[in-house]
């Protein structure tokens, strides 16, 4: 099997990549697209524990102009590996991280990192970040998931002081009164679990993580289940394929009345020995509720990093075939290539079941890369750390819809959309067929419990289009969306709407 680099070199067949004019001066652990159609990227010590007490800015990328700028405001705390999720008013909280790296004799075998308890938010539009509530633990490699009322849910994480076991108690934020204890709520669950909102406002665990301590894990006791808030956890049972070390989670495209259905893809043995291609599925409309495998991928992918794009398929991008390595310090000369990265793209259709490689990036993205959607349609890789190596270049692709004819335009829409209400929007252009909502992407370590893509019905009026917005906050969580149309899946560029 192939490693990839020789996907289709026609942008009509499979996209195209490019590498942008700026790049990043840090490396970016962490990126999130704003609401100003902005990209944050933060990696604070960024896995170097000579900047710990001193930790990196965070810097700006606009894809628009192509620009990148470091922020100037710096933060007491160090938000290397903390975990992140959009509030209601399109801030950023951002919470946990580091506050120790181990011991030089058991980084290798045993990372017993410190948890940080420290929160903040970040203002998209002053660009200034503002410290909030402490957690009432600190958590080192925690998700955090936003929930139907605004309120965030934080999972997992090692705390700050000896033994540094994973927290087994979850504790909720609220913007209005801060952290308070997360009821009926509490699990143990290995470090970066995945996390989706469902539909019926439960909380799955999907069993893909990132752990790297072997001991004392054991993956019979992180089977898939799921949370409903103030009952407690359900057992659904593992995956398939159990071991799904940085592997990928993905809520499939949804719309008004459907179960949801999950894939999970690509990941590994615990500690990066073994890749796996395969992919499962998980669809609530099943009985007996269970992962069943679907098609593989082409490449083996240990580091699966995959993206909703507006057309309503999965891109996977970046990773490797396994046998992963973690230094601290940069080398001085930029890789070119590594021979266990995978360079191609792939897509999944989740009407057809199908995948189908796309063409080959020029920079390997492993440990500590992030792919995210723009508004644009384009989605941008930025980070990667192999081997001790900073990657600071940012690249970017062009999915095949971008070359496949004329595009239509939202010429018309308003700035904030209700629940169980219609809004009108104006079209110019091609036909349209269909109308999306798409969360921005806040990502890190293969990690993305925000981005959901949501299909609205809508209906012609003269040269206007009504669109129906659901009630069910569960569905579309309050905050703020990418709003696309498509004709013959074909998207627009986005416009970005406040669902409040």
């Known amino acids: ?52 007490r001193a ?56 990372p017993l990192f410190g948890g940080l308890e420290h929160a903040y938010t970040f203002d998209p539009w002053s660009e200034t970040w503002t410290r909030v509530p402490n957690m009432t633990r600190g958590r080192w490699y925690p998700t955090l998931i936003t929930l139907a009322d605004g309120s965030v849910l934080a ?23 801060g952290w308070t204890r997360a009821r009926k709520a509490h699990r143990w669950l290995p470090l970066y679990p995945r996390l989706h909102l469902l539909p019926d406002g439960r909380v799955l665990y999907s ?37 799904r070390e940085e592997g990928a989670s993905v809520l499939l495209p949804l719309k008004a009345g459907d179960a949801a259905k999950v894939l999970l893809i690509g990941g590994g043995t615990t500690g990066g020995g073994v890749g ?10 099943r009985t007996p509720l269970e992962w069943r495998f679907v098609a593989p991928m082409r490449h083996v992918r240990y580091y699966a990093y995959a993206v909703l794009l507006p057309d309503g398929k999965v891109l996977v991008c970046g990773g490797r075939t396994g046998s992963h390595q973690r230094e601290e310090h940069p080398m001085a000369a930029e890789p070119t290539h590594d021979a266990g990265a995978i360079y191609d793209a792939e897509v999944f259709d989740p ?12 920079v390997p993205r492993l440990y500590h890369s992030n792919a995210l959607l723009l508004p644009d349609g384009r989605v941008v890789m930025g980070g990667s750390n192999p081997k001790g190596y900073y990657e600071t270049r940012i690249e970017v692709f062009s999915p095949p819809y971008l ?12 700035p904030t959309i209700a629940y169980a209400g219609t809004f009108d929007i104006e079209v110019s252009g091609p036909s349209i067929d269909r109308v999306v909502l798409m969360r921005p992407g806040v990502t890190t370590h293969c990690v993305d419990t925000e981005q959901r893509h949501v299909t609205l019905n809508h209906r012609q009026t003269g040269s206007s289009f009504v669109v129906e917005v659901p009630a069910n906050r569960n569905l579309l969580p309050p905050g703020h969306y990418m709003l696309f149309v498509l004709s013959d899946g074909i998207p627009s560029e986005a416009v970005f709407v406040r669902l409040a």
């Open 351 to 362: 009407e057809a079941g199908t995948w189908t490689t796309l063409a080959a990036m020029s």
């Open 55 to 110: 930790p990196h800015p965070a810097e700006v990328w606009d894809p628009a102009r192509d620009e990148c700028r470091t922020l100037t405001q710096r933060l007491p705390g160090d938000i290397f590996c903390a975990g992140h999720a959009a509030l209601p008013n399109g801030h950023l909280l951002v919470a946990g991280g580091t506050t120790m790296y181990p011991p030089k004799f058991l980084e290798d075998r045993i």
């Open 155 to 177: 999972l997992a994480g090692l705390t700050r002081h000896f033994p540094w076991v994973v927290l087994r108690k979850a504790e909720q934020f609220r913007p209005e009164i």
């Open 276 to 285: 796996t291609n395969t992919v499962e599925l998980l669809d609530f409309s």
């Open 403 to 414: 070359f496949q004819g004329a595009r239509p335009r939202i010429t018309a829409s308003p």
């Open 207 to 243: 069993g893909s993580y990132n752990t790297h301590i072997v001991f004392p894990f054991s993956l019979g006791r992180f089977p898939t289940a799921v949370l409903t808030p103030g009952v407690g956890w359900t057992r659904i049972g593992p995956p398939k394929k159990r071991e």
């Open 1 to 52: 099997m192939s490693h990839g680099g020789d996907g289709p070199s026609d942008p009509l067949v499979g996209g195209e990549w490019r590498l942008a004019n700026a790049r990043f001066e840090h490396l970016p652990v962490h990126m999130a697209l704003l609401p100003t159609g902005k990209v944050l990227a933060l990696g604070g010590s960024s896995n170097n524990r000579a900047y710990l």
